[in-house]
């Protein structure tokens, strides 16, 4: 797509690579792509709703207990 298109071409990955493991985005991925980024625990955190949150007509919705 890059190369055909002249477009950028980003990658996003939910995990960055652990010592010793394969990389995050695969070699091959990065080879096609223009950049990455990486959402770390902390973006995904802060992305969360309130709990509880209400709903316009006042309803509230709870997380399950199990959720983290």
């Avoid at 298109?5 to 091959?28: D, F, T, W, Y």
């Avoid at 991925?29 to 973006?43: E, K, M, T, W």
């Avoid at 309130?50 to 919705?61: C, L, S, T």
């Amino acid at each position: 797509m890059t190369q055909e298109v002249g477009k950028e071409v980003g990658l996003i990955a939910l995990c960055r690579q652990r010592h010793g493991g394969p990389p995050i985005p695969s070699p091959s991925l990065r080879a096609v792509g223009s950049f990455v980024l990486y959402v770390d625990d902390h973006h995904l955190a802060a992305a969360q709703f309130p709990d509880p949150m209400v709903r316009a007509k006042g309803n509230p919705v709870i997380k399950p207990a199990g959720w983290v």
